[in-house]
């Protein structure tokens, strides 16, 4: 099985430095502390705000109609929280702390306006959301395999090895429990 990727998705690999350009509109905004399980927003509030998480998880979470949340979306330190909705009158879903976290917000207005004053910035955000599109669609043909080998495979031929203690985030990315991946791995072994 072989997958046609662009870039080598590993966690390690060197980023040109483009790709820091447009978290410097975060450099100076407040930072709000969050508790676990806090909410930042809610679905249906209006955007007002475009959010950095600096350290932690933010998750947004949409609520179904039989009680369960979907996770659409996990930032990390580093990662934009709601930039989905620039564009947006409101909030698509909740914004939820899965850990304690800190969030920079910079005003929706502010935020554009910085992306039309420095073009490198745009294009920064651009290449940030192009390689998460990557990321996204090989995870999608790696959920669409049937056997957990096979996932196994295809996320070690795009990510190499994880570091020690990372397999469980490993299964939760390919979409099995961790004793189906551990025993998969007791088996190759």
Excluded at 5 to 19: E, F, G, K, T
Excluded at 29 to 35: D, I, Q, S, T, Y
Excluded at 108 to 126: E, H, V
Aim: glycine share 4%; hydrophobic share 40%.
């Amino acid at each position: 099985m072989s997958f046609i990727v662009p870039y080598r998705m590993c966690p390690n690999a060197r980023m040109i430095s483009i790709m820091s350009e447009w978290r410097y509109i975060f450099d100076s905004a407040p930072v709000r502390a969050l508790e676990q399980g806090e909410t930042l927003f809610r679905r249906e509030d209006r955007v007002s705000r475009v959010y950095l998480v600096r350290k932690g998880a933010v998750a947004l979470e949409r609520a179904m109609t039989d009680g369960t949340s979907l996770t659409l979306h996990i930032a990390t330190a580093g990662g934009a929280l709601a930039e989905a909705s620039l564009f947006a009158e409101t909030y698509h879903c909740d914004a939820v702390a899965r850990t304690t976290a800190e969030v920079a917000a910079v005003r929706r207005k502010d935020f554009l306006n910085a992306l039309r004053d420095k073009p490198d910035a745009t294009l920064s955000l651009i290449e940030t959301h192009a390689r998460e599109v990557q990321t996204q669609r090989a995870r999608i043909e790696i959920l669409r395999l049937r056997r957990v080998s096979d996932r196994l495979d295809a996320w070690l031929e795009l990510h190499g090895e994880p570091e020690k203690g990372e397999w469980i985030r490993v299964a939760d990315q390919i979409g099995v429990s961790p004793p189906a991946l551990y025993r998969e791995l007791a088996r190759r072994r």
